[in-house]
DNA sequence: GTGAAAGCGCTAACAG
DNA sequence: CTGTTAGCGCTTTCAC
């Protein structure tokens, strides 16, 4: 392993210096800095993460905690992050939370309390009291992305007004009858279900505002899945009831679900029915799916901006951050047939 | 900031007792082991890991290097490495490659020189010459996850084996005109270019066994992208010339773009074209499509270990673990009509 | 079984 | 502008 003290006495300099010119402080001349740097990139030297952190008291990474990266929600946050890290030269220590209970809790006081981040961001995780007490404690800056969750700052959207949006789209088409594909059973895995209600309390308010009073038996667990989705509308369309003439998914891998399913049973999207979603999945474009679009990636660069400039010790902001969506319309809505 | 001091003044102790009993070391009694450990909780003390990784040379961290976290498999990869991990208490760096050039550089610099683990798992990446040169200094166990790579092991599949496997299942269903949807490009995003080449070298071998000249025209590319894989499909439909009777997609996602291209002209699957991918993708189920399933959960479960192994100092694998793969039939798939 | 002392590789405060 | 001196929080000899 070669150290600073080797590079050191490679240029004839004291430890100080190299470390000074490795790190572009001003107080060094710059022929000292060129030196240095070729005599560093010569021996290859780098620089132990521990040994700075270790006297600095920064880790010099953000810690990102998600429920499970294979939903493409969280990679695309994750991809948000890391563009915003890698220009500040920061690490990421990735934290899966996998689900509840002990798994949970080492998951969390792992990588979090090991201070091997400088801050945490926290993708659609709902912290228990305890959680939250203890990240409080440890003095860490907390952002959470993609959720709202009490006493945390947050980044994302807002969900009753996506929810709410999307259901209007319907309803301006001449949609009365129009079926809500919900999340549900969030808590159980540990995650916020804050999001799913927020868009069905959007739509169940775009429906009242519209004079149509909702139906609870239009509301069905798509459980943020697509085959989920899919078996739930092959069992309505399947069981011979009056088929809505509209569906609203509140995620897009909801509606590839539900599109699916009509397909497979000869209807037409959106001739028989209309379907739209939220999300704007990179799938939505081959499928054809309207959708209201929100942007992750953007959610993860500026959670992890507002992380960093805390770090930086500029002004922390204190409020949370809301996203616009917008609606992307590629021709699975049409207006309701006479 | 509550240290390992204040533990040993707690208990009445050296800090050199706490460590030993917080790691549960022999040569300290069962009793004081119990003290010691419930004044720790009590205090919420927690093991910096700068400070125990500079002394012990051991970040207790694990690099994964991954070309992009949003792709379906490597999300599973990272999702079976985690559970490994977690097991072994080890935390992981996740570094995001980003392309080719200097950004490319700098993140491999980033977190892998810098000592943020003790070992490198690399997912599908194509070190360069370089690259590899200077990760042999560093002397990290490093594996490669999901392609094989020169001078490295790797963990993955027989990707020849799995194109001829796939290419087979439809020539014993009577197709001899069989379009191969591939990947191709990927060196330019310093993805490694084997997985695809594999398996359109599987496919012509079996093409060439059955006594099918393979025909150049019948390969397109798809670019391991649904919607890419969509619109080359559009256009062969559109082009008016004649359809092949089957598709082997070197990816579930290409086959999806496929399959709905082929639903949007109307044209059945598999009545009129059957359609073959290969990953086990979560939507294949939903899709209904027939694959030949690997699982990148347990590639990445098996890479960790062997890495962790090595950690442990049990004798290192240095041969490469190819894992099995199995044709799920979904019924995308169908004999040739006559 | 337990404690005292030394030091991991680096940075920061203070001199010069 | 550069060098010297301490020490970050922990583990590890080496004593006892």
Not at 89 to 110: H, I, S
Not at 263 to 281: A, M, W
Request: charged share 20%; with cysteine.
């Amino acid at each position: 392993m070669v150290g600073i003290e080797d590079v050191a006495r490679e240029v004839g300099m004291s430890a100080s210096t190299v470390s000074r010119a490795l790190r572009d402080l001003p107080l060094v001349s710059q022929q000292t800095k060129q030196v240095v740097r070729a005599a560093a990139d010569r021996l290859g030297y780098v620089r132990s993460a521990a040994a700075s952190g270790l006297v600095t008291g920064r880790a010099m990474a953000i810690s990102v905690v998600v429920p499970a990266v294979g939903l493409w929600f969280y990679s695309q946050v994750i991809e948000g992050v890391d563009t915003v890290l890698r220009q500040a030269d920061y690490d990421m220590a990735l934290v899966n939370l996998g689900g509840v209970g002990v798994e949970r809790e080492r998951a969390f006081k792992r990588s979090l309390l090991r201070h091997r981040g400088d801050a945490v961001l926290a993708l659609c995780v709902d912290f228990s009291h305890e959680e939250r007490e203890e990240l409080r404690q440890l003095g860490l800056p907390v952002i959470v992305v993609g959720t709202p969750v009490r006493g945390l700052r947050f980044v994302g959207i807002d969900e009753v007004a996506a929810g709410y949006q999307a259901t209007q789209h319907l309803i301006d088409l001449g949609h009365r009858d129009i079926l809500h594909l919900t999340g549900g059973a969030e808590e159980q895995q540990g995650l916020s279900s804050r999001v799913p209600q927020g868009r069905l309390t959007g739509y169940e308010q775009a429906l009242r505002d519209a004079g149509i009073p909702p139906d609870p038996g239009r509301v069905l667990e798509g459980r943020f899945s697509m085959s989920a989705s899919r078996d739930v509308v092959d069992d309505l369309v399947e069981s011979g009831s009056p088929l809505p003439t509209a569906i609203f998914a509140a995620s897009d891998e909801m509606a590839f679900g539900a599109m699916l399913s009509l397909n497979h049973h000869g209807l037409s999207v959106p001739d028989d029915i209309s379907v739209i979603g939220i999300d704007n999945h990179v799938m939505a474009d081959p499928f054809g799916l309207t959708t209201l679009a929100q942007r992750p990636f953007d959610q993860g660069v500026e959670g992890a901006r507002i992380l960093l400039d805390e770090l930086a010790g500029r002004p922390p902001r204190k409020t949370s951050l809301v996203l616009p969506v917008h609606l992307i319309d590629r021709g699975s809505t049409a207006p309701v047939r006479a």
